[in-house]
């Protein structure tokens, strides 16, 4: 069992500033990558970032410049710290970790996500 939980969301104003946070537990052997994920109402759920166990990230375009996604001090946590925000940022943010489960990246965890809405 592997239990995935996001906090750090909220109502914040166009350009605010808000940090989500993720943590990875249970049944975890090695972490592959964590990915950040988004979806806007009548929206299919979109890929924002991504950082990988090297340490490397990589993110959507329309994020870059403003979110920067790092490892947390705890173990298999990760936080998207996220400026300069939009009204189209506003969406249910949701962390997905890649797991090796044996030779293979297993990534089909998902937690409920938390909600940022950007507004005035």
């Known amino acids: 069992q592997v239990q995935v939980v996001e906090t750090g969301g909220g109502l914040v104003q166009p350009g605010g500033s808000l940090r989500l946070f993720c943590a990875v537990s249970g049944d975890i052997a090695s972490v592959y990558a964590m990915m950040w994920y988004r979806q806007a109402p009548g929206t299919q759920r979109e890929l924002v970032a991504t950082i990988f166990n090297s340490g490397y990230t990589d993110y959507a375009d329309a994020v870059k410049g403003r979110f920067t996604c790092a490892k947390g001090n705890a173990k298999n946590t990760v936080y998207l710290q996220m400026t300069s925000l939009k009204p189209e940022d506003t969406g249910v943010y949701y962390c997905?970790?890649?797991?090796?489960?044996?030779?293979?990246?297993?990534?089909?965890?998902w937690g409920r996500g938390t909600q940022v809405t950007v507004s005035s």
């Open positions: 997905n970790p890649a797991l090796w489960v044996g030779v293979q990246v297993v990534s089909d965890y």
